[in-house]
Each structure stands twice: as C-alpha cells, then as structure tokens.
T-cell receptor, first 114, second 112 residues
Framework: NAGVTQTPKFRILKIGQSMTLQCAQD?????MYWYRQDPGMGLKLIYY???????DKGEVPNGYNVSRSTTEDFPLRLELAAPSQTSVYFC?????????????FGQGTRLTVV | GQNIDQPTEMTATEGAIVQINCTYQ??????LFWYQQHAGEAPTFLSY????GLEEKGRFSSFLSRSKGYSYLLLKELQMKDSASYLC?????????????FGSGTQLTVLP
C-alpha cells in the first residue's frame, strides 16, 4: 500500500495566486486531516473530514477550503495565497476517530508564498 | 479546548536515558500519542496511552497519569538516529469530532 500520498512536495506561489494541495490514501480510512506546521512548531489542524461528503473546520481554517467527494481524496484549496500561509502542510488519515487509532501522515508539501 | 506543553529542546549523550515530559489540559481526554519527526520528514507513530501506567516498546516507553494530565516518553540506550523532534498529541472527544491536537514538539539532540 502507498499509504497517504501528497502532491506536490514543493511549491512556490506568488501572493494572490491559488492552488490545490492533493492528498490521497488507499487504506480505506474514514477520517482525514490537514495540518500545517510552521518552523519549530507543532501541527495545527486546518480542516478535517469524518467521511465522504462531510468536512469541518479545525483550529486555523481561514484562507483554506476542502472537499471530500470520495473516501480516498481530500484536497486542500488555497485561494488568494498570503505570505502567512508559508508553511509545511501535512495530510493525515485514521481508520476511525476512536482513541487507539494512530494517524498516518503524508510526506508533506512545503509551500512558500512570496 | 486543549493545551499541551512540552519542553522545546533537550540534549543527551549517546547511550544515555532521556525523559521527555508532556502536560495537557483537555475536557474530553481519549488517548495520548507520541510521534517522532525527523527534520524534513513526516511524523511517525511511536506510542499510545489511554489508561494510567507505563507502555513499553523496545527502547521506548511511554507513561500516562490521567489525574495529573501528564505523560512522559522515555528513551533508553540513546542512538544518534534518535535525534529528532518528539511530538505529544492528545485525542479529545469534546466538540463535534475526535480531534488529535499536537504539542509544539521537543527537539532532542543526541551527542556522541
């Protein structure tokens, strides 16, 4: 199994541009998450989804949008990119939301907004 | 909401033992995880605790006290490859979903 796959690995955007960060998992996991990690910091939850067709805001959702049309895919959309969105973005998935299910992470997308 | 605290940095010597502490405040505690993250890489799962006590897994052990809102990760026989950031994460059942909230991580440097 490939696990959680994120694309692209690196991207440079100009202020005001938009882009979609792709995330796909092949483990039939119901829960998927998007986090951002600023240098020297922990992960902050942007959006999450508990299943296809269901999404909800996390701790830092402003400036982002998500969709979950299938169980496998959970793209993150940035509209009108801002320098404050320069960060490393991680997608993760868990089988369920119960306590003992570990999260599997993608390899991250390093985004720079200039 | 949740509040998770862990030291920012720690340094230890190869072959030694190091303990990384994590304290948390949460209204709907439902498990605590430790993840390891090497520079430039994704976090990888190390351990999970939901009941009080010690969970041992090879060189790594994790302890939980729910009444104190406290956990630690114990690393024995340190190796150079253990140099990494160690993230404490708490699952919280309050709110509309079982969110996993991460601390800021403890950067461990293992010296020869």
């Amino acid at each position: 199994n490939a696990g959680v796959t994120q694309t692209p690995k690196f991207r440079i955007l100009k202020i005001g541009q938009s882009m979609t960060l792709q995330c796909a998992q092949d483990m039939n996991h119901n829960y998927m998450y998007w986090y951002r990690q600023d240098p020297g910091m922990g992960l902050k939850l942007i959006y999450y989804s508990v299943g296809a067709g269901i999404t909800d805001k996390g701790e830092v959702p402003n400036g982002y949008n998500v969709s979950r049309s299938t169980t496998e895919d959970f793209p993150l959309r940035l509209e009108l990119a801002a320098p404050s969105q320069t960060s490393v973005y991680f997608c993760a998935s868990t089988k369920t939301g119960t306590s003992n299910t570990e999260a599997f992470f993608g390899q991250g997308t390093r985004l720079t907004v200039v | 909401g949740q509040n998770i605290d862990q030291p920012t940095e720690m340094t230890a010597t190869e072959g030694a033992i190091v303990q990384i502490n994590c304290t948390y405040q949460t209204s709907g505690f439902n498990g605590l995880f430790w993840y390891q993250q090497h520079a430039g890489e994704a976090p990888t799962f190390l351990s999970y605790n939901v009941l009080d006590g010690l969970e041992e897994k090879g060189r790594f052990s994790s302890f939980l006290s729910r009444s104190k809102g406290y956990s630690y990760l114990l690393l024995k026989e340190l190796q150079m490859k253990d140099s990494a950031s160690y993230l404490c994460a708490v699952r919280d059942l309050s709110g509309s979903a079982r969110q996993l909230t991460f601390g800021s991580g403890t950067q461990l440097t293992v010296l020869p």
